[in-house]
């Protein structure tokens, strides 16, 4: 079968691990139709624009996306960010941002002690709504009585629908689902998720459950990992939290990410959890793991399941290997031996299963 793929490389290492992410793709399934698209902040100092106008329009007709990372100096990062990124999760309805946690192979927590039976976290961010909100503004500027006003927005739709993804997931785990609050300081927004999360949570009753503040729920990421599966929270605390699963973990350069829409409506867009790391651009020492695995999640999502498990299976064996690793693993190799040592692997993973390849 073949798909159409659109792919934004970005900008700094989003484009060095991309490069390799599509190696691996097309090393498990030939029947991939690769467009790349140059929207980053390189555009935007040209033309005054992270992409244009009509850039949803043009993505549209794609079967998903994957995206390299955005962000450059010179470029303030909330103009990279609302330019290009947020604007793709909602012309899209990819109101789930999905981000697995797990301790791969060859890898060190930086928990002392931690395995990967620990370390196996699925964390639910609502990517759409929340505290990400374009409600609110600068009021009375350059005086003394400068104020600025920043709303969140928390719809009993996009609250329902969320949650209800999250139980979904956690029903096909270990069957234990953690939420992530703060209703003891915020005294509207936070009681309200808690009550709607209770009350999905009766349609669910083999699911276990509990809500955690999230400055706790950061601490039990830390102290006790082996206590939680699946993790279910606001754009905001979402977003936080699953940096830190992901730093203790092993690092960001391991760590993928899929924003979905689960209706299928619209292309889906899969991308690296990791920054731009302009420092390190160009010069072949990135990791590409992250960048790879979130092609792996977007094969899935495309319900080539042999083809995603080859993929993940090859960066399994690979790091366990223990003998191609960039330098943020402890390794020399470069950027490229990386991608090349998995998109072989994959390969004749796919030949021996006799998956189309």
Known sequence: MSYRIATIPGDGIGVDVTVEAVAVLDAVLPGLEWTEFDWSCENYLRTGAMMPPDGPARLAGFDAILLGAVGFPGVPDHISLWGLLIPLRRAFGQYVNLRPVQLLPGTESALRGRTAEDLDILIVRENSEGEYSEIGGTHNPGRPDEFVLQESVFTRVGCERIIRYAFDRAAERAGKLCSATKSNGLIHSMPYWDRIFD??????????????????????????????????????????????????????????????????????????????????????????????????????????????????????EVLGAGEVLTPDLGGTATTAELGAAVADRARRLVSAKSLPA
């Not at 830390?222 to 203790?248: M, T």
């Not at 973990?249 to 299928?264: H, Q």
């Open 199 to 316: 009350e999905v949570a009766l349609e669910y009753p083999g699911v276990e459950t509990r809500h955690m503040h999230v400055d706790a729920l950061a601490a039990e990421i830390v102290l006790h990992p082996d206590r939680l599966d699946v993790i279910v929270g606001s754009n905001l605390f979402g977003d936080i939290l699953s940096d830190l699963a992901a730093a203790v973990t092993g690092g960001l350069g391991l760590a993928p990410s899929g924003n979905i829409d689960p209706t299928r409506s619209a292309p889906s867009m899969f991308e690296a959890v990791h920054g731009s790391a302009p420092d390190i651009a160009g010069q072949g020492i990135a990791n590409p793991v992250a960048q790879i695995l979130a092609g792996a999640m977007l094969l899935r999502h495309l319900g080539e399941e042999g083809a995603a498990g080859a993929v993940e299976q090859a960066v399994d």
